[in-house]
């Protein structure tokens, strides 16, 4: 029986998904794309998720399309296969929830473009990234489109055109990453982070991340005018008030998602 490329799991109010090709280093096929995007809907469906972290299974998180997805298309189906393969950069983008990648080994094409694509990345000390489709006569413009929300147009033009390999080092320099751990830390890092997140009111977390991914789109005053709203809508809410009198009652707040 062939295993299955995307699995899932939960840990308290943290969803989990598995990239779950270890012998293809993770690389993207048609349904290894179609269950990765599927699990991100289920889990940003999901009452009981707050946060959700995306590892990989083996030695590395994901070295990007697996070349046998480039043979005997025509534009048309090649157009199709492109759209497939950048969905999930789409779909974290418009998801409530913060969605964080857990990186070790190689992250490299469509493997770094799902980390980019992540709300937050922590790194094993020994992570490598890199755009790297242009080394086989192919280029990373998928992966591009988060990139160049997180760095300069001269380092995005530098990574997408020599497909240079960067440490988890430079990664962190560049903003690509929060934070770099050690390898045997890896796990402990990611789940410390996510249970932080998990904490927190789910509707703040929902209203902030909707409104930072509007500031790509609108300009300063429109921006400012948009979040007020968001955030005045916010502070209506019922959590918004459990937050406010658990803190004055120096308790713990009992969120609702109301």
Request: aromatic fraction near 6%.
């Given at each position: 029986?062939t ?9 308290d109010?943290?969803?989990i ?17 179609r269950?990765?995007?599927a ?9 009981a998720?707050r946060?959700v972290v ?5 030695r ?6 697996a070349?046998?997805?480039?043979q005997?298309k025509d ?23 913060p ?22 990345a ?5 992570a ?11 280029i ?8 160049s929300?997180?760095?300069?147009r ?12 960067i440490?988890?080092d ?18 402990t890092a ?7 997140l998990?904490?927190?009111s789910?509707?703040?977390?929902q ?40 803190f004055?009652?120096?308790?713990q707040?009992?969120w609702?998602?109301k």
């Amino acid at each position: 029986m062939t295993a299955k490329p995307i699995l899932t799991e939960s840990q308290d109010a943290v969803g989990i998904i598995i990239l779950n090709r270890p012998e293809e280093k993770n690389t993207f096929d048609v349904e290894f794309a179609r269950q990765l995007n599927a699990a991100l809907k289920d889990f940003d469906a999901d009452p009981a998720t707050r946060v959700v972290v995306i590892k990989a299974n083996g030695r590395h998180f994901s070295t990007g399309i697996a070349l046998d997805q480039f043979q005997d298309k025509d534009h048309r189906r090649y157009r199709e296969l492109i759209r497939l393969m950048d969905s999930h950069n789409h779909t974290i983008a418009r998801m409530k929830k913060p969605v964080i990648a857990m990186v070790q080994g190689y992250a490299v094409a469509n493997g770094a473009g799902l980390v980019f694509a992540s709300d937050m990345a922590v790194a094993a000390q020994s992570a490598k990234f890199g755009t790297t489709a242009i080394n086989v006569g192919l280029i990373c413009l998928g992966p591009a489109v988060p990139l160049s929300r997180l760095t300069s147009r001269k380092k995005v033009l530098e990574m997408v055109l020599t497909g240079d390999i960067i440490t988890a080092d430079q990664a962190l320099e560049l903003g690509l990453v929060n934070k770099v751990v050690p390898d045997e830390e890896l796990e402990t890092a990611t789940m410390r982070l996510a249970r932080k997140l998990a904490a927190k009111s789910p509707l703040a977390l929902q209203i902030g991340k909707q409104g930072i991914y509007a500031l790509d789109e609108l300009p300063y005053h429109r921006a400012l005018d948009h979040l007020g709203e968001l955030f005045a809508s916010l502070c209506s809410t019922e959590d918004a008030k459990e937050g406010l009198a658990a803190f004055s009652q120096r308790r713990q707040p009992q969120w609702k998602g109301k």
